[in-house]
């Protein structure tokens, strides 16, 4: 699966005293990878992906299986209601006590590694009210009205194709008057610098990956994510941090008599492939120092 780094040549160079990252694309094979080190290490394996945090979507974020928690110790998968946020600051602070077992922190959120190896600025809790009426306009499809009042270096900054980060950075200026990118100018020491670590990156281009994360939403189907989406239908809401994960508006609009199966197969692929190329922008950007994996 992989080369220019092959699988052995990786766990031949492993220190099992230094922690591990992997980084990487959604379908790319990441948990894989890791797996293989923590038999090798003892792990544990620690989550880095914002979704799969969530309780309520183990087969749709593609949490690792209970075969493999069984087989490995895992943390921080599934561990978080699926109507409670849970931010980066969250995801530092219940990792800072597994470093010292020399952990294998796998995950596609880019910024979850950034906030890791480079800091993260020290941002107060948004107020509830704040955090509502931001809800309530993404709702309404405002996102281009918040981006309207944000501060121009933090415009320049953040991906505003994405409106959970418009989001946050509209709620930053409004609850603090200060704008996202001054308080990221301000950050902090990072907890686990980068050379600090093993740092991985696996390179999956565009169309080796598009046929895999076809046919890992296909599995999905065929291993219980029509049943999650059933559950998750009794509850759903939107505006609900896990309501993110791809695919799950398609799914639950499928239980629900609003969309085929096949429609909301195509929808939810779409994205996936739309997210695995906002991810490859982010590594591209902000991790060229990682030791690259070709996926092939």
């Known amino acids: 699966m992989f080369n220019d780094g092959s699988l052995e040549a990786v766990l031949a160079g492993i220190d099992p005293a230094r922690p591990v990252l992997i980084a990487g694309p959604t379908a790319s094979g990441k948990s894989a990878l890791a797996m293989e080190i923590a038999r090798l290490t ?22 690792p299986s209970l075969a493999e928690e069984a087989e490995v110790p895992h943390a921080l998968y599934g561990h978080v209601p ?45 107020p509830d009210r704040i955090h509502a009426r931001a809800m309530a306009r993404i709702e309404d499809g405002d996102v281009a009205g918040l981006l309207k009042e944000l501060d121009a270096p933090t415009l320049a900054r953040i991906d505003q194709q994405n409106p959970m980060r418009v989001q946050r950075a509209w709620e ?27 740092t991985f990156l696996i390179d999956a281009p565009k169309d080796w990956l598009t046929p895999r994360i ?7 189907i065929e291993g219980g994510a029509l049943d999650e989406a059933r559950t998750n239908a009794t509850t759903w809401n939107p505006a609900h941090p896990s309501a993110k994960a791809i695919g799950a508006a398609e799914l639950i609009a499928h239980v629900q008599g609003e969309m085929t199966l096949d429609a909301a197969r195509a929808a939810a692929v779409i994205a996936t492939r739309q997210y695995a190329k906002r991810q490859r922008s982010w590594f591209r950007a902000r991790m060229k120092g990682w030791r690259s994996i070709k996926a092939d």
């Open 42 to 63: 003892g792990g544990p394996v620690v989550n880095a992906d914002a979704l799969q945090v969530f309780a309520n979507w183990r087969v749709l974020t593609a949490r």
């Open 82 to 126: 699926g109507a409670q946020t849970y931010s980066v600051g969250d995801w530092l602070r219940e990792l800072a006590p597994l470093l010292e077992g020399a952990p294998v922190i796998v995950g596609g959120t880019g910024l979850y590694f950034t906030a890791l190896t480079e800091g993260l600025a020290e941002i107060p809790q948004t």
């Open 172 to 198: 930053v200026l409004t609850a603090t008057g200060r704008g996202l990118a001054d308080w990221q100018d301000a950050t902090g020491p990072a907890l686990l610098p980068a050379d600090k670590a093993q």
């Open 214 to 220: 076809e046919a890992r939403f296909d599995l999905m």
